[in-house]
């Protein structure tokens, strides 16, 4: 049974973000059973869950194979057992994992800076002058992505794991003026999160929040 880690709690402005996320969408869309192993604050900083994930973070992966961390890595693993993520062509292959790092090393870095200054740094005085220049950064990858997706639906010429790793990133860009400029973007994060699956992933992974409330 494959199993993967997520948070007992996180707070508001995390829920719906957390990258388990990613590994739990990609579950749903290669239709595969699947177990969650719940972490309390205490048992993510443990030795035990430490010898699974070095960083104290989420995710990490087993399933019975291999044991793994790193939401990118397993999401790859998953799409190597699925061809609803990865086409089973060498190009098709190969186009996918390269979404998979363009997400994580071109996007996500840029609108993770910008993220980290808006959410825990608004109002310090080098938050406000870094942050132009930030947002430029932000900009200018977006409209480069923009310009390669044109008037495609997905990435390639079908939905693929890298579709679903850059909808995650895209999802993190919650600034209005940075959105705004970019409506095929908008309209192309939006045409990924109605996917069943994902709708089914985020309802589980905000179920989680909802009974720890209880």
Not at 117 to 146: C, K, S, T
Not at 182 to 190: I, N, S, V
Request: aromatic letters at 10%.
């Amino acid at each position: 049974m494959r199993k993967f880690s997520s948070f007992e709690w996180v707070p508001d402005f995390a829920r719906g973000h957390v990258k388990e996320m990613r590994v739990r969408w990609a579950l749903e869309e290669a239709g595969l059973p699947y177990r969650e192993m719940r972490l309390t604050q205490e048992e993510k900083a443990g030795a035990p869950y430490l010898q699974l994930q070095p960083f104290g973070q989420v995710p990490c992966f087993e399933d019975g194979e291999v044991s793994m961390f790193e939401s990118g890595a397993i999401v790859l693993r998953i799409a190597e057992q699925s061809e609803a993520l990865m086409p089973r062509d060498a190009q098709g292959r190969a186009r996918t994992m390269s979404w998979v790092f363009a997400a994580l090393n071109s996007v996500e870095p840029e609108v993770a800076h910008l993220a980290a200054i808006d959410l825990f740094h608004e109002g310090e005085e080098w938050a406000r002058l870094r942050r132009p220049g930030a947002v430029e950064n932000v900009l200018h990858r977006l409209r480069q992505l923009a310009g390669w997706l044109g008037d495609r639906d997905y990435l390639e010429d079908r939905f693929t794991a890298g579709d679903l790793m850059m909808t995650t990133v895209l999802r993190e860009v919650r600034q209005e003026e940075v959105l705004v400029q970019f409506p095929t973007l908008r309209a192309y994060r939006e045409r990924c999160e109605a996917r069943p699956a994902f709708r089914q992933a985020l309802a589980d992974h905000l179920a989680i929040y909802a009974q720890a409330a209880e």
